[in-house]
């Protein structure tokens, strides 16, 4: 979720340092809304295993006939569903 | 005045309140430092006011068979210029040539939902190089990278990162056809010893909607869809 108001920083030149509170744009809102409506994807994106597991997975998977693989994703999917922010 | 004159072959020494005036031709210098055959080329030395330090104007060695003549520019030159020869000896004042690259500023990305730099001079800047150092934020969902030059805003790209990880990477800009890369890697900060973590690529194509490259003027800024910063920095270089 964005912050309520925008905390700008700003680095001037001369080494100081300000800081500007301010109401978000619309435009920065309708990007807040958008990023926030996919959050899901990054919140899968950073918890399925990664492809070299996930290969392991499967392999072990096909040599002991079991769903370890499937049943990983499936936990992802179900602790991410789409549309939860 | 006092002067010495040895023989034929012209003055050996004169008197040191002497101030000399003389007269070059078509054919023959005013003064002649000659060397001195396996010692030492001819050389002018210019004293401090006390005589006590000097430097030296050394020609080439015998070897160089060097027979040239540089002519100094008509001017003395703007600030920061660099003096540049034509290829037969007349030298002008330039601007230092292309290359390089310029530390242009850091955002601590440890406060606030915006960072951002003013007042960039990206005249001479063709590649504008952002370095993420374990960039975070506190939002309890995964956000995406906001990325601003000169007012013009892209919104949600690269990969997700959650409030648990911190990312680390570059992105570059080709400000001559606002096309860009990044690679990244999103991962929890790593925060001793020598670590690694894997990585992410993509490409951008930034429509910035005006020449950056025309303002001395410029303001850059990074966030995250809105989420407050709390880890890392983002530095910014430009490659000339």
Known sequence: MAADKNTIVTNHPDGTQTTEVVDWTAEELAAHAEADAKAWEGARQAAYPSWQDQLDMQYWDGVNDTTTWADAIAKVKADNPKGDA | MATIVNGSTGVSQVQET??????????????????????????????????????????????????YTLTFPNNDGDAGQFLQSNGSGVMSWAAAGGGGVTYLGTMNTTSGTEQQIAS??????????????????????????????????????????????????????????????????????????????SSYAGHIIY?????????SNTTVKVGMSGATFDNGSVNVYGLN
């Open chain 2, 207 to 215: 429509s910035l909607g005006n020449n950056l490259r025309a303002s």
């Open chain 2, 18 to 67: 002497v101030t000399l005036k003389v007269i070059s031709t078509g054919s023959v210098p005013s003064l002649e430092a000659k060397g001195t055959s396996g010692v030492t080329s001819g050389y002018l030395k210019l004293n401090c006011s006390e005589n006590s330090h000097g430097i030296k104007l050394l020609g080439p060695p015998h070897s160089a068979g060097a027979d």
């Open chain 2, 120 to 197: 960039l001079d990206l005249t001479d800047v063709n590649i504008l190089l952002f370095v993420y150092n374990q960039v975070s934020h506190t939002s309890g969902s995964a956000q995406r990278l906001t990325l601003g030059i000169g007012g013009n805003t892209l919104y949600g790209w690269g990969n997700t990162i959650s409030a648990a990880q911190g990312l680390a990477g570059m992105l570059q800009i080709d400000l001559r056809n606002n096309i860009g890369a990044w690679e990244m890697s999103q991962q929890t900060p790593i925060t001793s010893g020598n670590q690694w973590a």
